[in-house]
């Protein structure tokens, strides 16, 4: 397929009418071609204006209740924000979240899974992922941009025997004779390095790792950018990190 | 916590305009509950006439409402001002949410209650915006230059989440005439609504 085919299917994309096989080709593309995600955005601003069109409806006052009593318990359970602790020296902020046990989201992932399983075509890592998620007592951690701009994220997915594999998106490049690494963090302890790798072009990396002993208890995982062969300690800021 | 002076100024305004929902997003971003609870007064009409004809059941459309109100709560830092508008990007969360519960619903053999839409209650008038019962107008008026060829192929995408294949089959009609007529029809949406005021940002 040429650029204008694709060109021809954003307006069903924007009413999200693409057949999967059409929409997962059409994704590919968007990903490497400015126009027509700017296309895609124009045609979602007219496919929005639908909305428009049914009789307004009032829900009961109680819903706009419970969505600030849930606003507020998050702001009551949630941990410092991500900016306030890049501005400290976050290798040293990790003390207080280790005590805080990593965030694992069951409801986020399924709803990612099916985000990285369509980027991702590495689908034979993609099962292992899911495998290891279903191993009783594995968890997921979530890992997310410190800077709030950043688009990438990752998950990582461990069990008790330090079995680990993390998935990454929307990784930028790195500089030649560069790679990003992966670290555990446990408690206050210096951060124990973990492998490094290279995402593709599209930036999705999927990483297959075994948890160093002295890392298993790890609950805060972090990615930095280090030298091709990887560093003992980091030597650059934290790119994406959990929470 | 960090207030935004603006959004503390009183009452609700009804005239707000994009940029305000942008600085209401950022607010909301930065932990402000009051702008949640702003934005929440400024949308939940829509939003739930919009789910309600999505689902067409009052306790799924305010169950929906409630998650979308909240992940915008926790994913306000995700919009990008440069990548389109507040309301589309709100209305384009609202609508996909919407579907996936219809999607589920269906997988669950749920029986449509077809033409037995639920009533809705009457809304009250501070919740009605002026400034989007204007654009209520100019899109039901465009929609209504469509011919039904065009208009029920959006309609059969947008409402009831069908994909092009599904619409063919349900419309009995050759699926590469579906797409045609769906691409044509939003374009004509698009020239209809073109140069009816900066409104609806394209």
């Known amino acids: 397929m040429v650029h204008d085919d694709y060109k021809e299917m954003i307006p069903a994309r924007a009413l999200s009418a693409l057949d999967a096989a059409e929409e997962q080709a059409l994704n590919e593309h968007l990903e490497n071609c400015a126009e027509c995600r700017k296309d895609l955005e124009d045609w979602q601003a007219t496919a929005a204006t639908l909305s428009l069109t049914p009789d307004p409806a009032e829900p009961s006052p109680q819903v706009r209740e419970r969505i600030l009593s849930e606003a507020r318990k998050d702001l009551s359970s949630k941990v410092i924000p991500i900016r306030t602790a890049t501005k400290r ?97 446990v408690g206050n302890k210096p951060p124990v390095p973990g492998k490094t790798f290279v995402p593709d072009s599209a930036g999705n990396a999927v990483l297959k ?35 | 916590m960090w207030l935004n002076p603006f959004l503390r100024r009183g009452p609700y305004i009804s005239r707000l305009q994009p940029e305000d ?70 209305v384009t969360l609202g609508r996909s949410r919407g579907i996936d519960r219809l999607r589920t619903l269906a997988a669950r053999d749920r029986v449509a209650e077809a033409g037995a839409r639920e009533a809705v209650e009457e809304i009250s008038d501070a919740a009605t915006d002026a400034f989007k019962s204007e654009q209520r107008g100019l899109v039901s008026k465009a929609l209504a230059q469509l011919p039904d060829e065009q208009k029920r192929p959006l309609m059969l995408a947008y409402f009831d989440g069908l994909t092009q294949s599904e619409i063919a089959t349900r419309l009995g009609a050759p699926l590469g005439t579906v797409k045609t007529r769906m691409r044509t029809g939003l374009m004509n949406l698009r020239e209809q609504l073109a140069g009816k005021g900066e409104s609806f940002g394209f």
């Not at chain 1, 062969?229 to 959990?242: D, H, K, V």
């Open chain 1, 89 to 185: 020296n976050i290798w040293s902020s990790f003390g207080s979240l280790g005590a805080i046990a990593a965030v694992v989201l069951f409801a986020a992932l399924s709803i990612g899974l099916a985000v990285l399983w369509r980027q991702n075509q590495k689908l034979q890592r993609s099962k292992e992922f899911v495998e290891l998620v279903n191993t009783p007592g594995a968890r997921v951690s979530e890992l997310s941009g410190v800077d709030p701009g950043q688009r990438a994220t990752a998950k990582l997915a461990y069990d008790r025997n330090g079995r680990a594999i993390l998935m990454a998106s929307k990784l930028p490049n790195v500089p030649q004779g560069k790679a990003y690494q992966l670290w555990f963090i």
């Open chain 1, 209 to 243: 790792e075994e948890m160093p002993r002295e890392a298993i208890d790890a609950n805060v995982f972090a990615i930095t950018v280090e030298p091709e062969r990887g560093s003992n300690a980091p030597t650059s800021p934290i790119y994406l990190r959990s929470f």
């Open chain 2, 21 to 90: 929902d942008v600085k209401l997003l950022k607010a909301i971003a930065a932990r402000d509950e009051a702008a949640l609870a702003q934005l929440y007064d400024r949308y939940r009409v829509i939003l739930f006439g919009l789910l309600m004809r999505i689902l067409n059941n009052r306790e799924e459309a305010e169950d929906v409402l409630q998650e979308v109100f909240l992940q915008v709560w926790r994913k306000a830092e995700d919009f990008d001002e440069n990548r389109g508008r507040p309301f589309t990007w709100l």
